[in-house]
């Protein structure tokens, strides 16, 4: 074997300090970044704060006191909502993406998808490899569990998502959790050939997973928070405004002369100055990028906002596109923001809505319920299956139990309750 040194010339992008800052902070919702920035001035005695501007401004009917120091109360956000949010950044193609919505819209109560996988791809046109495909991206998605077909397969899923390289628990996992309930340790051990202190510790750290991923919306989980977006009608166009009397305002305090001090010092208040500016530098960066996805959104939506029209079908790889940027860093753009308008607070990202194909063109998640609901107002007793048929004939392709789903998540009984 003969050995020689050679020089390369390789291509790479490495994120500078100034970039990481700013992602670090865009993903921040306002509460978030202003307890950053004032912790970061606590230690940073170049870095100074002004303090957000708390004032009454009376833009819509009963918002009175919402521009003060009270929060107001936002719906919780659905499992299937954070879900189709984190799957708009996988690289599925079109037919694999609608498999993993499918497999989504088809979770139960626990977060488990125990339909058959075969349906899914014979819905979608899609052979066995490529259904798998699909239900791995929906299992690699958050929260870790989500999507299993079975309790084994809820906790090998967690423990690959913690990094778990012994095979012992994953074994446990599959084939001994009747002897993991009765605490048989020492019959475990025996069976994997592993000694019983660390049988014990394998059952210790199965036991601390979660059994499953509750898919039933919680009243109680409801957020108190203060949005970033306001949204106003201005005749027949809107107004985006990012409200920046929520935001604090960092700068660089230049009081420090370094002409007097010793290298030491001098080094460290350079090194804090620098520091300061990229904090000042991405709190501008996360205002820009804000704004600007919001705008873009809202562009899309107007139809939401000024007559109450179903939401159009948007991905945050749309948005992307149009903004020239990533889509995680829309992702990160939308994290935990909220838009308030004349109808109420929203999460930012609840206006990203799956698209569902139809005759001509493509339909949301939303035209959906609104459908649903409409047709229930008029014919109350109508069944899971008289209300796919009947979207169907409107063009949207649909399964029954993506209707049922619709209807249990709009808290709407089924119909054998209804009728009595």
């Known amino acids: 074997m003969r050995l020689s040194v050679e020089q390369k010339q390789v291509q790479s992008q490495i994120a500078s300090q100034q970039m990481q800052q700013a992602l670090f902070l865009l993903s921040k919702s306002a509460w978030e970044l202003n307890e950053y920035v004032r912790e970061q001035a606590l230690e940073n005695p170049v870095l100074e704060a002004r303090e957000p501007e708390w004032q009454e401004r009376d833009l819509f009917p009963g918002a009175a006191g919402y521009y003060g120091e009270s929060y107001e109360k936002a719906a919780p956000e659905t499992l299937a909502e954070k879900l189709f949010g984190q799957l708009d950044l996988k690289k599925l193609g079109k037919e694999e993406l609608r498999a993993a919505k499918e497999i989504i819209d088809a979770l139960d109560s626990r977060g488990y998808f125990t339909e058959s996988l075969a349906d899914i791809a014979r819905l979608c046109g899609l052979n066995g490899t490529q259904a798998k495909h699909a239900l791995a991206a929906v299992q690699s998605l958050d929260p870790a569990g989500v999507g299993a077909r ?69 009243e109680e989980a409801a957020q108190y928070v203060y949005p970033e977006i306001l949204v106003e009608k201005e005749g027949d166009a809107l107004r985006v405004i990012l409200d920046e009397r929520k935001i604090i305002r960092p700068f660089v305090n230049d009081a420090y002369e370094l002409c007097d001090l010793d ?87 609840s206006f990203f809505s799956r698209s569902i194909s139809g005759r001509g063109k493509n339909v949301s998640g939303d035209y959906i319920r609104r459908s649903i609901r409409e047709m229930l107002a008029r014919e109350p007793g109508l069944s899971d299956n008289a209300i796919t048929e009947r979207l169907q004939d409107r063009g949207a392709k649909i399964a029954r139990r993506t209707v049922a789903k619709y209807r249990r998540e709009m808290g709407i009984a089924s119909s054998y309750r209804r009728n009595k």
């Open 150 to 218: 079975s309790l084994s397969e809820c906790l090998c899923l967690q423990l690959e998502r913690m990094g778990e390289k012994e095979d012992a628990p994953y074994r446990i996992a599959r084939d001994y959790l009747e002897e993991l309930a009765r605490g048989d340790y020492a019959g475990i051990a025996l069976a994997l050939g592993i000694p019983a202190a660390k049988s014990r510790a394998y059952c210790a750290l199965l036991r601390s997973l979660r059994p499953g991923v509750s898919n039933i919306p919680q």
């Open 263 to 349: 290298s030491e010092t001098k080094a460290y208040l350079q090194e804090r100055r620098a520091m300061a500016k990229r904090i000042v530098q991405s709190v501008e960066l996360w205002k820009t990028m804000l704004r600007r996805v919001a705008e873009k959104i809202i562009l899309v939506q107007q139809a939401f906002f000024l007559v109450g029209e179903p939401l159009c079908p948007l991905k945050m790889a749309d948005v992307a596109r149009e903004l020239d940027v990533h889509p995680s860093t829309v992702s990160r753009a939308v994290a935990g923001k909220y838009l308030m308008c004349e109808d109420g607070i929203f999460p930012l990202k």
